[in-house]
């Protein structure tokens, strides 16, 4: 099973800041890695698809980048709707598919 | 717009079997791949298993022989079944489809139930 690991696992900043969160996999994943985020008492949203394609909707600000096993997704000038957690997922080799473990964007 | 709704019981009883259905609305069932993926507390989230429109599945090792997921095309619905539960499958669960037609991603996710298990 590939594990993702992702850093840090806290992150206080103020709106307009850029945030740069981190996910590191045990093993390569090529490009098939996703990236979500959610909010509380909400399901997880697609950010990110294959590594760094936008999904459909998501706002210009969110950028993404890596192959193999280190990967960074980047807010630039941080709003208010974009504190809560952030998970990185993996598809390349399963069963199973995995998430990481998180990393939760604060208002400083 | 795709929208997914889950159901079921919000409470089971240890050993007993959980039954969860997700409906389909908005969207086709055909052509994609239909998963349920659950969150407990405070962790990340954990897959669980998918169903292809067609019937095929596959599941997470760690679940494999607790766990069937089948599809109801002409309802638009697919369902879970996972036997035998403990108070570790007390969790959020969510219906997610796969992105594209494949399964890379999810780019819609059900609102999501809460399991509780206990006596």
């Known amino acids: 099973e590939i594990v993702l690991t992702q850093s840090p696992a806290t992150l206080s900043l103020s709106p307009g800041e850029r945030a740069t969160l981190s996910c590191r996999a045990s093993q390569s994943v090529g490009t098939y890695l996703a990236w979500y985020h959610q909010k509380p008492g909400q399901p997880p949203r697609l950010l990110i698809s294959y590594a760094s394609n936008r999904a459909t909707g998501v706002p210009a600000r969110f950028s993404a980048s890596g192959s193999g096993t280190d990967f960074t997704l980047t807010i630039n000038s941080l709003e208010s709707d974009d504190f809560g957690v952030y998970y990185c997922q993996q598809r390349s080799d399963w069963p199973p598919l995995t998430f990481g473990q998180g990393t939760r964007v604060d208002i400083k | 717009q795709v929208q997914l709704q889950e159901s079921g019981p919000g409470l089971v009883k240890p050993s007993e079997t959980l039954s969860l259905t997700c409906n389909v609305s908005?969207?086709?069932?055909?052509?994609?791949?239909w998963n349920w993926i659950r969150q407990s507390p405070g962790k990340g989230p954990e897959w669980i298993g998918y169903v292809f429109y067609s019937g095929s599945s596959n599941f997470n090792p760690a679940l494999q022989g607790r766990v069937t997921i089948s599809a109801d095309v002409s309802r638009s619905q697919f369902s879970l079944k996972m036997t035998s539960v403990t108070a570790a499958d007390t969790a959020i669960y969510f219906c997610?489809?796969?992105?594209?037609?494949?399964?890379?991603?999810?780019?819609?996710w059900g609102p999501g139930i809460l399991v509780t298990v206990s006596s």
């Open positions: 997610a489809r796969g992105q594209d037609g494949y399964n890379h991603s999810f780019d819609y």
């Open positions: 908005g969207g086709s069932i055909r052509n994609y791949f």
